[in-house]
Each structure stands twice: as C-alpha cells, then as structure tokens.
C-alpha cells in the first residue's frame, strides 16, 4: 500500500494555533466576565458594562472570537488541509497584514487615552506581531500552491 504523507506548514498551523487561543481566549471573556475583561485588557470601560449587565461588550468580543477562528481556519488551509474556503491565498494575505497592522498601531497608541495600560499595548502589539510574522513565513513558502 502506497501512501503519500502529507505535511502541513508548520508556521501556518503556529498562526493557527495562535488564533485558535486568541478566540478562546475571547470566548473566556464571555463565559467568566468582568474579571476575564479586566486581567485581558480589555478595559475598565468594558468590564464596567458587563458588571451592569449589557449585552454590547459580549456581543463585540463573540464577533471578534468569530472573526479570529475563522482566520485559523484560512490559516490551516493555508498549510495544506483541504478546506472549502475561497481565496485562500488572498484571504490569508490580508489576515496577515491585519496582524502586522494591528501589532503596529499599538505601539503608537496613547494609554491613557485608550482607557488600557501602555504594558497591555505593548504585549498585545508584540503578540499581533508575532503572530503576523507566522503568517507571512508560512505564506512565503506556500504561495505557489495556493
């Protein structure tokens, strides 16, 4: 018996990976609250509103968490599982720039106007950062098969 193996990118599936937590990460805001809101980062603001029991700052986070595994999910067919997703070198190309451009922009964010602390800017741009690098590695070696 014949079989060829077949090997997935490894910095794609790290992009996915790095997504995946990301959106778990989110979906833990949702499930635990107001203190989950606050020790992420996502503001004093926002951990207020979920206190009081609005429903906007669950509503924003569940999107953003659907966004994030939607981009593991281009990532991974990026590495070479067969999904049926369109555009995928495309789609891909821009989840990564989002990651280089998200990563940037935190870096020259005001703080204090931002109602989150300049530690939660600089850990969360260097994580978008990293993570956008994965992707551009991964892309690069799989542009041609896409």
Not at 6 to 29: D, E, F, K, Q, R
Not at 34 to 63: K, N
């Amino acid at each position: 018996m014949n079989q060829t193996i077949h090997t997935l990118n490894p910095w794609l599936l790290a992009g996915m990976v790095s997504s995946m937590i990301a959106g778990l990460l989110h979906l833990g805001c949702v499930a635990f609250g107001a203190s989950w809101y606050r020790f992420l980062g996502a503001g004093e603001d926002m951990a207020r509103m979920v206190e009081a029991g609005r429903l906007l700052p669950h509503v924003i986070t569940l999107a953003v968490a659907l966004i994030l595994f939607g981009w593991a999910a281009y990532a991974l067919a990026a590495a070479g599982q067969p999904l049926p997703l369109p555009r995928i070198r495309w789609v891909v190309l821009a989840i990564t720039a989002i990651y280089f451009l998200r990563g940037g922009a935190g870096f020259l964010i005001d703080a204090p106007q931002s109602g989150r602390s300049q530690a939660f800017w600089w850990w969360s741009s260097s994580i978008c950062l990293a993570i956008g690098a994965l992707h551009a590695i991964g892309l690069r070696q799989v542009w041609h098969l896409l």
